[in-house]
């Protein structure tokens, strides 16, 4: 019981103040694909890998407040109130299951852009659903035309982080 509560406080008390859902949404998506079990279900949407999940777990989050969801500049931005940050530690104490999320990774992905993150994100799922590497990589510059700027890197960093 709470345990994807307990999994995205301790992720959002992580990420301090995290900035759109695009990001939240490919954050989650790099984390679980590395390992680190969220337990969210994930299909393609149009900005890439979306979890209807994880939007619904948020969602009750900031219903709880636990979180806070606001819009500034046209961007909703999240963070823990206190309230979410005792209840994840009341979390803490009851949990036998040691729940972490790698910090290094956190930090990369935190420092990287909502359009980097969707090609990154992008790129994964494609492997995960029976792509080659080629043809990952030609479906990813199919998919997303506009974030071009953004390919190379973007699979350099998942083959570099992920392999």
Known sequence: MFD???KLLAFFSKTGVLTGRKKLQKMVHLLQRKGVSFDMDY???HYGPYSADLQAE???LVDQD???EEMKDNTYQYYMTDKGTEFLEILKETKKDAFS????LMVLLMDESSPFLEVVSTYAYLLDNGYTDEDAIAKLKELKPKLECHWEDAIAFYKEKYN
Do not use: C, G, R, S
Not at 101 to 104: A, F, I, R
């Open 43 to 45: 299909a393609y949407h």
């Open 66 to 68: 636990f979180l806070i």
């Open 4 to 6: 994807k509560t307990y």
């Open 58 to 60: 948020v969602q009750e």
């Open 101 to 104: 999320v790698p910090n290094d």
